[in-house]
T-cell receptor
Framework: EAQVTQNPRYLITVTGKKLTVTCSQN?????MSWYRQDPGLGLRQIYY???????DKGDVPEGYKVSRKEKRNFPLILESPSPNQTSLYFC??????????????FGPGTRLTVL | QKEVEQDPGPLSVPEGAIVSLNCTYS??????FMWYRQYSRKGPELLMY????GNKEDGRFTAQVDKSSKYISLFIRDSQPSDSATYLC???????????????FGSGTRLQVQP
């Protein structure tokens, strides 16, 4: 089954404790992205990656890091989480070439709470 | 003022009703318009995609874009309880083969279809 998986699905942590949210896709997509979803603000892009070893900032990159060492994986790293990073996080992927219709395939989400 | 405004709802309708969901936007450069559907505890999935102005129909769903008014709509005919979800509008000024494929999302309208 074609899918984007994220782990963990739920995470409660404390301020300053480094964490990683993993993302993996099995569709051989070149493009991957991380979003956060907050009430009243919609989805906002954190980082994106066009391919292996190619990453760049989205709209709200502060406090986050990413890496893309393999095509299928795109982990999101919070080196020193703060309460304002409490949010619902989504990983997404899409094809890089051909006609792009705005379709991005989203993972199931990771709900992060930083105390 | 947000670039994309969307009434959060909830919108509650009886089964079989025609549903109208709307977004307004301020950026006249937007020319690609999408509707995503998000079920509870799931990631968004693309429902409809429209380029520039006009209508597009897919089964019970019709997407409408009025660029002169900066207004887009999604109509659902013969609504079903399975249509109960949050509907997110999304738009972009360009789709790049390379680049971050920025989508600007509305905050979503929660729809409840009562049996």
């Amino acid at each position: 089954e074609a899918q984007v998986t994220q782990n963990p699905r739920y995470l409660i942590t404390v301020t300053g404790k480094k964490l990683t949210v993993t993302c993996s896709q099995n569709m051989n997509h070149e493009y991957m992205s991380w979003y956060r979803q907050d009430p009243g603000l919609g989805l906002r892009q954190i980082y994106y990656s066009m391919n292996v070893e190619v990453t760049d900032k989205g709209d709200v990159p502060e406090g986050y890091k990413v890496s893309r060492k393999e095509k299928r994986n795109f982990p999101l790293i919070l080196e020193s989480p703060s309460p304002n990073q409490t949010s619902l996080y989504f990983c997404a992927s899409s094809l890089s070439l051909g006609v792009y219709t705005g379709e991005q395939f989203f993972g199931p989400g990771t709900r992060l709470t930083v105390l | 003022q947000k670039e994309v405004e969307q009434d959060p709802g909830p919108l509650s309708v009886p089964e079989g009703a025609i549903v109208s969901l709307n977004c307004t936007y301020s950026n006249s450069a937007f020319q690609y318009f999408m509707w995503y559907r998000q079920y509870s505890r799931k990631g968004p999935e693309l429902l409809m995609y429209t380029y520039s102005s006009g209508n597009k129909e897919d089964g019970r769903f019709t997407a409408q874009v009025d660029k002169s008014s900066k207004y887009i709509s999604l109509f659902i005919r013969d609504s079903q309880p399975s249509d109960s979800a949050t509907y997110l509008c999304a738009m972009s000024d360009k789709f790049e083969d390379t680049g971050r494929r920025a989508l600007t999302f509305g905050s979503g309208t929660r729809l409840q279809v009562q049996p």
